[in-house]
């Protein structure tokens, strides 16, 4: 991280993506303790940590917010819990930050069936279900991994592999260069003419060639593996 962009007086508040989106990698504990600890910097630290749940166990910087005031939490229903339809989040924080956030935040904006569904989720038998359901997914993720890497023009899957997709170069050829046009063909004929959605990456920094998989269940890892050998050869 750069000293002189931490040190940077005009900067209130720094957003940090652990797992972050495309590539699935932790920013260590470490990292954002040095952060914290830089008398430099006066703002807020978000940490948000929305594919959190994928990753080891003692990974969160949840584990921060009780050693330093400036650092927050968030987290979502949407990933691990499987309830992106209610759009519910929630952040942990110091009880004077989070005093603070509820001064300024909209009165009722959470909805009552939204806060319903919500409390269910960590309800005992909900907790199980996420519990099951997320140990299967990162299950299926270590096999996507396995069986990706067995199809030619299949390159590097980078990244952390910390959240619930994967990040996978595509070949011009096997054994070649990621190909920005051959990844981006293959998305589009996956999600026009064979039943399978990805995500074309090859724009974002240091992801040439990339498409992002996300991983679900056992058969429809299988059926993404069967498409992309169709394409890939």
Same mark, same amino acid.
């Given at each position: ?33 040095? %952060?914290?600890?830089? !008398? @430099?910097? =006066?703002?807020?630290?978000? &940490? ?6 994928? /990753? ?41 930050? %989070?005093?603070?956030? !509820? @001064?300024? =935040?909209?009165?009722?904006? &959470? ?6 569904? /919500? ?115």
């Amino acid at each position: 991280m750069n000293k002189a962009f931490i040190a940077n007086p005009d900067l209130k508040m720094l957003f940090i993506c652990s797992p972050g989106n495309p590539t699935g990698t932790l920013i260590p504990i470490d990292a954002i303790k040095r %952060i914290a600890n830089n !008398t @430099n910097f =006066k703002g807020v630290i978000v &940490v948000d940590e929305a594919y959190i749940d994928f /990753a080891p166990p003692g990974t969160s910087a949840v584990s921060l917010i009780k050693e330093y005031a400036n650092v927050c939490v968030t987290q979502t229903l949407s990933k691990s819990f499987g309830l992106a339809a209610i759009r519910c989040g929630y952040l942990m924080g110091s009880p004077e930050l %989070i005093q603070i956030l !509820t @001064n300024a =935040k909209a009165p009722y904006n &959470v909805s009552l069936p939204t806060a319903s569904l /919500a409390l269910a989720s960590f309800s005992k038998e909900g907790l199980a279900v996420w519990e099951s359901n997320t140990k299967t997914l990162n299950a299926n993720r270590a096999k996507l991994i396995e069986d990706v890497k067995t199809i030619p023009s299949v390159g590097a899957v980078l990244g952390g592999n910390d959240a619930n997709f994967i990040l996978v170069q595509i070949l011009d050829a096997p054994g070649g260069k990621p190909s920005n046009e051959r990844a981006k063909a293959v998305y589009t004929e996956m999600a026009e003419n064979r039943g399978v959605v990805v995500r074309y990456r090859g724009t974002d920094v240091g992801c040439e060639g990339c498409i992002r998989i996300t991983v679900g269940t056992e058969d429809e890892c299988a059926t993404a593996i069967a498409r992309l050998r169709e394409l890939l050869v």
